[in-house]
């Protein structure tokens, strides 16, 4: 079992920065891939980021290219989501997820991670 704590969410202005915060606990060293996921009310869990743990390859949805950054820091078994230049179409609790399988494709759907955090709202005013 892995468990996730997300921390860092909160309330920014349009243009503004926040950075997410994911640890991992348990067994952590099967990791094969984390994720950011968000949700908005009214809307489905969509992907937004995703890191292959031990290549550091990573991948993002066309929506944050380029405004998100996702890290993470082995030594702390921690991901990060850096969120830069926010919109208020970025409003939505955004979750972390692990998974221990190793996968082909994208890996960008809910179904491919096993594990997930508790989310923390991201809020963006205008």
């Known amino acids: 079992q892995v468990q996730l704590v997300e921390s860092g969410g909160g309330l920014v202005q349009a243009g503004g920065s926040l950075r997410l915060s994911c640890a991992a606990s348990?067994?952590?060293?099967?990791?094969?891939?984390m994720g950011w996921f968000r949700q908005a009310p009214g809307k489905e869990r969509e992907f937004v980021a995703r890191?292959?743990?031990?290549?550091?390859?990573?991948y993002y949805a066309e929506s944050v290219k380029g405004r998100f950054t996702i890290s993470r820091d082995k030594a702390k078994n921690t991901v990060y989501l850096q969120m830069n230049s926010l919109k208020p179409e970025d409003t939505a609790v955004y979750f972390c997820?692990?998974?221990?399988?190793?996968?082909?494709?994208?890996?960008?759907?809910?179904?491919?991670?096993?594990?997930w955090g508790q989310g923390t709202q991201v809020t963006v005013s205008s």
């Open positions: 890191i292959i743990w031990n290549v550091d390859n990573t």
């Open positions: 348990g067994r952590t060293s099967s990791t094969y891939a």
């Open positions: 997820a692990a998974t221990n399988r190793a996968q082909l494709g994208g890996i960008v759907t809910p179904r491919n991670y096993d594990y």
